[in-house]
């Protein structure tokens, strides 16, 4: 059995898509475990970018079957868009493998989404307005619509008929327009037909290839601090991101996870609303955005921008139990005279090496930084970690000691060649 979790460890745009194509390359199954298309996972590959959204990141080798597990939501118009999309500049040839029980994102979860977001005016999230949260908050509360009901029209009518009913009602409230059946219905059937084909119990599947023996490589979406349960609450998105969650995401046995590799920025970034301590502004921050083009793959925002924050990777590490860094975006800091890594913060007057629950407390959170000196050389090219310079190298040994974690893999750039890769986890 040979099994690798790759999960966010910050908040979320670390590089999980760089780094799942790149293991995808010696593994046999992909899966997403949760989120939906709030995600935005960009791959180079030759110099020809893509930015995937719910489509697993091996869905450009045609031996790796991908699936898409219980634990998403899924927007049956955008995946099927995505697949157009994927098909028309040549990817026709690929294995995609759909939850029977994952849900479905109806347009009465984008509009809610919206809407609840205007209604919370300045304590908005700076959600990506995909439905996700209110699809998930269906699932919940036991009213969501199955990717198994969507594919079987009786069963589909009545589901939205009962749920349909009960959303206008919320959309009425919230000053909104209430939606008509027969067009969602008509424009739903439709979806349902096209994506039967690739409907299967994805938790059998999945069962059957460890079994025997496959490379089944975890693709996480979002990052730990989003996580409904461990993240900075409220602002976070509204799955569980972390290692520890994919055998409920994905209905196989927790005994089958064999590696959970966090993956990890050299500095932080964030999208939306809520705290953030390290957060900077200014010229080193802009330099920061610039080089790392931290703008949003799914809204276009530009990405918050801030100092490697070791109190929140510990925090995740622990949390979603993480036993080996990816740091990624290395390149990203070359120039910088300076660079800060936090270490702790000070919460009224005492040191704290955790996350507080309440927003409150995390807000009066202040870093405590240990500084370190930069590195002016080009690392884009090394293909070893004896070629990093010196200050290169201090920083992911600094990384390694404050995380009690090994760094197995730093990228220095986009592109799949710009991968170094310290440990092989499917030989
Ligand atoms: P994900 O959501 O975790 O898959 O990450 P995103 O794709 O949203 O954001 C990561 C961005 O960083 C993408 O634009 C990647 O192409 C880019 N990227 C990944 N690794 C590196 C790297 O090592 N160096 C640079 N310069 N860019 C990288
Ligand atoms: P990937 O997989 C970064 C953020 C949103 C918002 C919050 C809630 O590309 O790393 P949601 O639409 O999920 O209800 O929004 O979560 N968010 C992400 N931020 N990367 C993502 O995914 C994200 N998915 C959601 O910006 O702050
Ligand atoms: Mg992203």
Not at 91 to 102: E, G
Not at 124 to 151: E, H, Q, S
Not at 196 to 216: A, N, Q, R
């Amino acid at each position: 059995m040979s099994t690798l979790v790759v999960v966010g460890s910050q908040w979320g745009d670390e590089g999980k898509g760089k780094i799942t194509d790149y293991m995808a390359q010696k593994a046999d199954v992909v899966v997403r475990s949760q989120g939906g298309n709030n995600a935005g996972h960009t791959i180079m590959i030759d110099g020809e970018k893509f930015a995937l959204r719910s489509i697993p990141s091996g869905i450009f080798n045609p031996k790796i079957k991908n699936v898409m597990a219980n634990g998403m939501v899924i927007d049956p118009k955008q995946m099927l868009e995505e697949l157009a999309g994927l098909e028309a500049r040549g990817i026709t040839n690929y294995q995609l493998f759909v939850s029977n029980r994952a849900h479905v994102v109806l347009p009465y979860h984008r509009e809610l989404d919206g809407a609840y977001e205007a209604f919370k005016g300045d304590k908005k999230i700076g959600t990506t307005k995909k439905g996700i949260g209110p699809c998930y908050a269906d699932k919940i509360n036991r009213i969501g619509i199955r990717i198994a009901d969507l594919i079987q029209p009786e069963i589909f009518k009545e589901a939205l008929h009962q749920t349909l009913t009960l959303k206008n009602m919320e959309l009425q409230m919230l000053g909104l327009e209430p939606l008509q059946f027969d067009p969602i219905y008509d424009e739903y059937v439709e979806y349902g037909k096209k994506i039967k084909p690739f409907v299967c119990d994805t938790s059998l599947l999945l069962e059957e290839e460890i079994e025997k023996g496959s490379k089944v490589l975890f693709e996480g979406a979002q990052g730990v601090m989003l996580c409904v349960d461990h993240g900075t609450y409220p602002y976070v998105t509204s799955s569980s991101p972390t290692g520890v969650s994919v055998p409920v995401n994905t209905g196989i046995a927790p005994r089958y996870i064999d590696n959970i590799l966090g993956i990890c920025k050299a500095y932080n970034t964030r999208v939306g609303e809520g705290p953030f301590p390290t957060e900077i502004n200014g010229d080193v921050a802009t330099y920061i955005r610039e080089r790392g083009h931290e703008y949003g793959t799914v809204t276009k925002r530009p990405r918050r921008v801030g100092w490697l924050d070791c109190v929140a990777l510990n925090y995740a590490r622990r949390i979603s139990g993480i036993n080996y860094l990816s740091l990624m975006l290395f390149d990203v800091l070359t120039g910088l005279e300076k660079i800060k890594i936090c270490y702790a913060y000070e919460l009224d007057g005492k040191l704290i090496n955790t996350i507080p629950a309440t927003l409150a407390e995390y807000e009066r959170c202040k870093p405590v930084y240990l500084e370190m000196d930069g590195w002016m050389e080009d690392i884009t090219n090394v293909t070893s970690f004896d070629e990093l310079p010196e200050n290169a190298k201090a920083y992911i040994k600094k990384i390694e000691e404050l995380t009690k974690t090994e760094i197995v893999i730093f990228s220095i750039g986009p592109d799949r060649k710009q991968t170094i890769q310290l440990k092989d986890f499917f030989k």
